[in-house]
């Protein structure tokens, strides 16, 4: 990681790049929603989720 920043980094931040990174492909801190407005913002979002293969609930 030194190299990567042009200086030492101490051990203690190789765990929170690690997590990201996200080499496995699973983030911990993920987040399910199941809630969405059915106004302009909430129609929006739900798109966006769409787009990240959430499914929706009625």
């Known amino acids: 990681m030194a190299w990567l920043v042009c200086e030492p980094v ?7 790049t ?7 492909g699973t ?12 106004g302009m913002s909430g129609l929006s979002a739900a798109v966006r989720l769409g787009a990240k293969s959430a499914s929706p609930t009625p």
């Open 10 to 16: 101490p051990d203690e931040y190789v765990p929170m």
């Open 18 to 24: 690690l997590e990201e990174l996200d080499l496995a």
């Open 27 to 38: 983030d911990p801190r993920r987040v399910d929603w199941s809630d969405v407005g059915c």
